[in-house]
């Protein structure tokens, strides 16, 4: 990473930290307990501290053998453009590495905003033709 010194953790974000670095790039933040829960189910997670203050997250869920889907990557405003993205997905990439089947190939997947895409190309991922379906499920 250039330029910044900051602290690393793994499996430690919390749902605070989470709703907290979600409001500095996002409106509608989920609600704690979703938070709460998704981060729990969650395989790995890692966060990035400056002086104990959230400045980056991603996530990755999955089920370890054959596909793992990468979430909720964020950079503080003020800390991007430093390379912490990068080092976010690198670390995503090796848990996946670290974790996998030897020998295989394994499917890595996320969604991409189409202005966030270069940075993604960047780091060696590609898109297909494949759409996006989604559903708002109420749960009452
Ligand atoms: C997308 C995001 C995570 C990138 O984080 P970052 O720390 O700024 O990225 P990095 O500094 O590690 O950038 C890595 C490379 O990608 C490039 N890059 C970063 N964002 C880019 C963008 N939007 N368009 C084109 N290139 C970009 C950088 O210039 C750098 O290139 P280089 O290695 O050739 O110098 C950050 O902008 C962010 O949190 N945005 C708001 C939340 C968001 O949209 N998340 C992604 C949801 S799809």
Known sequence: MRSVDLTVKYN?????EFVTLWETVW???????????????TLFRVSFYDDNNIVAMARVIG???L???IKDVVVRPEYQKKGIGRT???????????????????FVELCAVPDKMPFYE???????QAQRMFLYQRVE
């Open 27 to 41: 409106d509608g933040a989920p609600s704690r307990e979703q938070v709460r829960l998704a981060l729990e189910h």
């Open 67 to 69: 596909n793992y889907y």
């Open 122 to 128: 960047k780091l060696g991922f590609k898109s297909n």
């Open 63 to 65: 089920d370890m053998g």
């Open 88 to 106: 976010l997905i690198n670390e995503i990439t090796r848990f996946v590495k670290e974790n996998g089947v030897i020998g295989t190939e394994i």
């Open 12 to 16: 430690e974000l919390t749902a605070d």
